[in-house]
C-alpha cells in the first residue's frame, strides 16, 4: 500500500465531496482481492442488485475474519478519517464523536447489535449498473467509505464509472465522476457533509453509484468502517 496524504485527501473531501488517491493497491494485491470473488466461504452474504432494485450486477459482504488486507485497509484508514468526521461532526453542530481506533468504534457498533461485517466485493458485468445510494446498516454509521477499483479500465472493462451526486438545499443536484485506475481509491461521504454558504455551514446529501459498464468485467472492494444490524 502506498501512504496516504491525508491533508490533501482532507482539503479535497471538503472542495469536492470526495479525494482520489492513486495507486494505493499494488496490481497483483488488486488480482489477489478480485480472485476472492469465487470463494463462497470467504463471505456472509450474496446480493443479486436486479432482485431488490439496486440496478444489475452483484456483490458480496465478506465474513469475519476479513482478509489481512481488508482488515489492514479498515484499521489504517479509520484513525484520520475519525478526525475528520469529528471535525465535520462539529461543523454541522452534531453530537456524535468519533473514537480514535476502529476497535473502540466497532465495539459501539457490536453494543448496539450491529455485529454483520460490511467490507464487499463487488461484481459488474456488460450491461450492469449500481444505482445511486447509501449505505446505511444501523443506528451508527460512520460517515466516511471508501472504493478501490481493482480492474483495469480499457483493458478488463469499459464504461462503469464511480458517480457521486450531491444534492443541495434550494439548489439542483451536483454531479461528480471520478475516473478510477486499478489500485486507485476513492474516500467519499456515506450520506452527508458539511458545506460553507453565504449564511454560514449547511448540510449536504450525497448518493454514490457506478454508471453502465459497456463491455468485460469491473470488481471493485468497498471499505465501511460500520458494521450492520
Not at 77 to 87: H, K, S
Request: charged share 20%; net charge neutral; hydrophobic share 40%.
Amino acid at each position: 500500500m502506498t501512504p496516504f496524504d491525508w491533508a490533501a485527501i482532507e482539503e479535497a473531501l471538503n472542495a469536492h465531496g470526495c479525494a482520489h488517491v492513486p495507486g494505493v493497491l499494488a496490481p497483483g494485491d488488486c488480482a489477489a482481492l478480485a480472485s476472492l470473488y469465487a470463494d463462497g466461504e470467504r463471505f456472509r452474504s450474496r446480493v443479486v442488485m436486479a432482485r431488490h432494485g439496486f440496478g444489475r450486477g452483484e456483490y458480496q459482504y465478506f465474513a469475519y475474519p476479513l482478509p489481512p488486507l481488508v482488515a489492514a485497509l479498515r484499521e489504517r484508514m479509520y484513525g484520520p478519517l475519525a478526525a475528520i468526521a469529528n471535525r465535520w461532526y462539529e461543523a454541522m453542530a452534531l453530537p456524535v464523536r468519533f473514537p480514535p481506533t476502529h476497535a473502540e468504534f466497532l465495539a459501539r457498533c457490536h453494543a448496539a447489535g450491529q455485529q454483520r461485517p460490511t467490507p464487499l466485493l463487488l461484481r459488474y458485468e456488460g450491461e450492469d449498473y449500481n444505482c445511486l445510494h447509501q449505505d446505511l446498516y444501523g443506528e451508527h454509521v460512520f460517515p466516511l467509505q471508501a472504493a478501490f477499483l481493482l480492474s483495469r479500465p480499457g483493458q478488463d472493462f469499459t464504461g462503469g464509472e464511480f458517480v457521486l451526486t450531491e444534492q443541495r438545499p434550494r439548489m439542483q443536484s451536483r454531479v461528480e465522476v471520478v475516473p478510477l485506475a486499478q489500485g486507485d481509491c476513492v474516500i467519499f461521504p456515506v450520506f452527508h457533509r458539511p458545506v460553507n454558504g453565504t449564511r454560514g455551514i449547511y448540510r449536504v446529501n450525497l448518493r454514490h453509484g457506478v454508471s453502465r459498464v459497456r463491455s468485460g468485467m469491473r470488481h471493485t472492494l468497498g471499505v465501511i468502517f460500520h458494521d450492520a444490524a
